[in-house]
């Protein structure tokens, strides 16, 4: 994920003592070496379909002797996040030149096909996985310095000469994660399509779970702390590394701004490093990182220290409220909340204050605050008043937003899982939602997750589960061996980065059907 809204000039404040505790949780990762299973040519069709051709057992590919020009691409059966080793010779007369060649890495076969000279979106393109490698003597043990992400390589013979052929004799990838796959209890279903989906969900939370939480181990390695949230619920249902997430709410609270806000993402390499972009729904969510880490870890010792940091971000957050107590319609991206193009987050900030109070004052409750958690219980109805009073239309029954009176799914599923509405209310802003169909939708996982949890807290738990079918089936029906940054099923291939090479196909927001499964579903 990438903002736009950033303080080039933050003074960014450390707590040395809290870097410490984070340090003190640094995984050791798990290894394993995992080696191609088939040789395959991919290629495009005139109508943009990925057409993927097995044509040879892995057994017989060091019997392909490369030239000038010719590309040998390996399917290593599943994505892989990790370090790449090669085994090159040459064949023929003596090597007259050096092996100039091109290794290419996709998580998924589109990736393959694509020029990256063609690339011309916002972000770096430094993220497409590929490199050009000179190689003077051979025989040689190549190890590729470089982590990549994927589950297809292939390698393009630049030159060689004339008078001899490059070879790969063996090649593997050493894959890492600090997840423990012993931990994951087996999903308790016949129904093979969500099997299928939740053994990819694992697979995505699994290949993001690295020293820290990444938002995807391609593009772009950072922790992000709306991220980490879905993330670490999924994991207290499936791995149970406690000690990551411990060490990822210290690390945000181990440097902050100056004002004590906390960065929507840190940088860990070369060192701790709080961004300068902060985003309000994202500082937000570290209440409800401490707290859903607390129920699930019962470590109070860390509720207790991290406490102070919680209450901050939402003293912070209470400055964007006018006079009548509701969010501010503010400009530029100041808030994620979704991708969708031109939506207004008003209504759904509102929303998501509610929520963090709420999940703060039980914090103050459980560290014996109470003088805290009464101002929080006002906050909550102030706030909640003020959503009916002024952003509920009585029209439509609808939730509004912004000065154009906005109707979106944000508004009303953050409406939703704040519980600013009853049960049966919100199954009523649902059915009224869903029959109305706004033109502003949803298009990241990340708020489809939230969608499909307030169908659940609405008693619509049959509804959900074909909603995940729909829409998380809908990227394993596209070919998706993990779960993917965006997606949207009526434009598969949409970007927010204006090309989608750099889409991350293996991204953490969209892991959770396997907790949403374990969760609300006994399976």
Known sequence: MAAVSSDLNMVRVTNEEFVKKAEACTPEL??????????????????????????????????????????????????????????????????????????????????????????????????????????????????????????????????????????????????????????????????????????????????????VFEDGPKRDRRLWLGDLRLQALADYETYQNYNLVKRCLYLFAGQTKDNGQISACLFTEPRLCADDTFLLDYSMFFGPVLLDYYQASGDVETLRELGSSAYRQMELAGEWFDERDLMKNGEGFWAFVDWTEGLNKQTALQGIYIYCIRRVKKIAELLGDKERAEGFVEEIRRKTEAAKKYLLDPYTGLFVSGEQRQINYASQVWMILAEAVTKDEGAQLLDRLLELDPEKGMVSPYMNHHFTEALILCGRKEQALEYIKYYWGGMLHEGADTFWELYNPENPSETPYGNGMVNSYCHAWSCTPAYLFRKYYDM
């Open 30 to 211: 798990y290894k394993s070496v995992v080696y191609p299973e088939s040789v395959v040519e991919i290629r495009k069709t005139e109508n943009d379909y990925i057409e993927i051709i097995k044509k040879d057992d892995i057994k017989n590919f060091s019997r392909y002797a490369l030239k000038k020009g010719d590309r040998l691409c390996l399917d290593f059966g599943d994505h892989q996040v990790g370090y790449v080793t090669l085994y090159l010779k040459s064949v023929g007369s003596p090597q007259d030149a050096p092996a100039f060649f091109k290794l290419k890495f996709g998580e998924n076969a589109r990736e393959i096909t694509e020029n990256s000279e063609e690339y011309d979106g916002w972000i770096s393109k430094g993220w497409i996985q590929e490199e050009y490698l000179h190689v003077d003597v051979l025989p040689v043990k190549l190890e590729l310095p470089r982590r990549y992400a994927f589950r297809y390589m292939e390698l393009q013979v630049i030159d060689t000469s004339v008078k001899w052929q490059l070879v790969i004799e063996e090649t593997f990838c050493t894959s890492v994660t600090s997840a423990c796959e012993d931990k994951v209890k087996k999903l308790d279903s016949e129904n093979e399509e969500l099997q299928a989906i939740d053994k990819v969900s694992l697979r995505t939370l699994r290949n993001c779970m690295q020293q």
